[in-house]
């Protein structure tokens, strides 16, 4: 139902009630450029029906792909409705002033195969500079902290990194909090399977609390998702870059994300198999905690403040 009724996306119901409110604000307040901004992409189909109506200069923002999203193949789409949602996507694409998009490389090449005129900008996730200033760090000197914020999956390569603090654990004492969107089997598995990890489970923290506890961490954990390696770099990585807290990703070392993590100094993409690696990332950290930080080359630039600057400019 999901994959074959609801394209591009559950959201398109909104849709119509979009376009009516959009309506009104454009007439009332003269505007003139508006940015849509996706997933989810049906949101594309709201700018698509006003640029029809009011010629609008209407720039798409693709924050992760579309009609290739990894997750769409687990959709059981059949062949009309693939079609179907590629055809929404090249009118977009072919109908938009301009698209910008979290990373350049492969993304832009497949979107131009579909809009081979269109003008491509890559304008990459960031941080909230004065909200990260905002928070003070709160260390637990008493155990190694590891955290990990946001969705976690069984489509993330997750079990090296635990069993790795699961063995350390027996003369490093370990918590690890996670906090975001955990799913419940997942919180089970690494109970009963690595029960030497003190396992505090957070649930939803408002953004300003997920900032703390980034902060209180000796080291920040990321999965990438197995079949999206080389889709985005989350805006999640550019905020744990910003802790200064050192950084372990388990993902492809050559993707965009992972070529990004090389410029820290405490931070490193590692493969899942790369067991060895791993264990001596955080044996590392480990032994050190609290005293080392994650320094990063020009991190201002990537500030929400920098790139709403390097928006203008890609606007104008």
């Known amino acids: 139902m999901r994959g074959n009724y609801f394209i591009p996306d ?9 376009v009516e409110a959009a309506k009104k604000v454009i007439l009332e307040e003269n505007i003139t450029r508006i940015i849509t901004t996706g997933p989810p992409h049906s949101t594309h189909l709201v700018g698509l029906q006003l640029k029809a109506k009011f010629n609008l200069n209407w720039w798409v ?15 059981y789409r059949n062949q009309k409705s693939i079609k179907k949602d590629v055809h929404l996507e ?28 269109q003008h491509f900008y890559a304008l990459p996730n960031g941080y909230d500079e004065v909200l990260m200033q905002s928070v003070n760090a709160r260390s637990n000197k008493a155990m ?37 969107s955990i799913a419940a089997e997942i919180q089970s598995e690494i109970r009963t399977q690595y029960p030497k990890i003190t396992l505090v489970c957070h649930g939803y923290l408002s953004h300003k609390e997920a900032i703390g506890l980034m902060k209180s961490a000796h080291l920040l954990l990321n999965f990438l998702f197995t079949g999206a390696e080389n889709q985005m770099i989350s805006g999640k990585l550019l905020e744990y870059l910003a802790t200064a807290v050192p950084v ?30 791993i264990e001596g990332f955080i ?13 990063f080359p020009s991190l201002e630039q990537w500030s929400r403040k920098s790139l709403t600057q390097r928006l203008i400019e890609v606007l104008k």
């Open 144 to 180: 190694f902290h590891v955290v990990y914020t946001g969705l976690l999956t069984h489509n993330q390569p997750y079990g090296s990194v635990l069993k790795v603090l699961n063995s350390i654990s027996i003369d490093i004492p370990v918590q690890l909090s996670l906090a975001g």
């Open 248 to 277: 372990l990703s388990i993902g492809d070392p050559h993707s965009a994300a992972g070529k990004f993590l090389s410029q820290g100094s405490f931070a490193t993409m590692l493969e899942p198999t790369d067991h060895e690696a």
């Open 90 to 117: 090249t009118q977009v694409l072919q109908n938009a002033d301009g698209v910008i998009t979290t990373i350049g490389g492969k993304l832009h090449e497949e979107l131009k195969s579909k809009a081979p005129h």
């Open 61 to 75: 923002d693709f924050r992760d792909p579309w009609s290739n999203l990894f997750y769409n193949k687990d959709l």
């Open 10 to 18: 559950a959201r398109k119901g909104w849709i119509p009630y979009a």
């Open 283 to 295: 044996q590392k950290v480990a032994t050190q905690k609290g005293s080392v930080h994650n320094e």
